[in-house]
T-cell receptor
Framework: GAVVSQHPSWVICKSGTSVKIECRSL??????MFWYRQFPKQSLMLMAT?????????EQGVEKDKFLINHASLTLSTLTVTSAHPEDSSFYIC???????????FGPGTRLTVT | AQKITQTQPGMFVQEKEAVTLDCTYD???????LFWYKQPSSGEMIFLIY??????QNATEGRYSLNFQKARKSANLVISASQLGDSAMYFC?????????????FGKGTSLLVTP
């Protein structure tokens, strides 16, 4: 099956710093990528939809200036958490859509801890 | 409004027994897809099974089957012959039509524990 990678798999950063998370589709071109956030023992919540070459579409309540998304190519989308705070600590998962059937492939996730 | 409802926060099942995880959904779209994912403690989302709204037969994938009752808007996951490795969180999700951009709406999940 198609493979989506995320880097880093985990990161610890200090409050006020910025963190960049990469999402790559390794063996297919992803027209659309999604970023989800999952707090402990909760469900995945869609943060934004990222289309190659255009601005991301953010879900209601998600600050676009805080969570910067760049979909620079058909195989790479990045999520930058700017001025991170402890409440941003979460599990961030990306997914990518490819192929005619619009099947969605998930990355392994990135665990962010802000101290 | 919640589009996917999973009413069982936690379930126990004995090894080798079958278990049903409930999922109901809400949509006005005629074309939609229903998914089940397994999430072990590692966090990765493992795709289990898919049911399209126009599929007349219930989907099956090995020990997983989806009991699709369209009129009741339910899409329950049945795991037969449970194994210890089945212990994980299970999420039901729905993808609506093209206007949704193909994003998935997830339920709150059910934590399944398989006991020896």
């Amino acid at each position: 099956g198609a493979v989506v990678s995320q880097h880093p798999s985990w990161v610890i950063c200090k409050s006020g710093t910025s963190v960049k998370i990469e999402c790559r589709s390794l063996d297919f071109q992803a027209t659309t990528m999604f970023w989800y956030r999952q707090f402990p023992k909760q469900s995945l919540m869609l943060m934004a939809t990222s289309n190659e070459g255009s601005k991301a579409t953010y879900e209601q309540g998600v600050e676009k200036d805080k969570f910067l998304i760049n979909h620079a190519s058909l195989t790479l989308s990045t999520l930058t958490v700017t001025s991170a705070h402890p409440e941003d600590s979460s599990f961030y998962i990306c997914s990518a859509i490819g192929g005619d059937n619009h099947e969605q492939y998930f990355g392994p996730g990135t665990r962010l801890t802000v101290t | 409004a919640q589009k996917i409802t999973q009413t069982q926060p936690g379930m126990f099942v004995q090894e080798k027994e079958a278990v049903t995880l409930d999922c109901t959904y809400d949509t006005s779209d005629q074309s939609y897809g229903l998914f089940w994912y397994k999430q072990p403690s590692s966090g990765e989302m493992i795709f289990l099974i898919y049911q399209g709204s126009y599929d007349e037969q219930n989907a099956t994938e090995g020990r997983y089957s989806l009991n699709f009752q369209k009129a009741r808007k339910s899409a329950n996951l049945v795991i037969s012959a449970s194994q210890l490795g089945d212990s994980a969180m299970y999420f039901c999700a729905m993808r609506e039509g093209i206007d949704s951009g193909y994003a998935l709406n997830f339920g709150k999940g059910t934590s399944l524990l398989v006991t020896p």
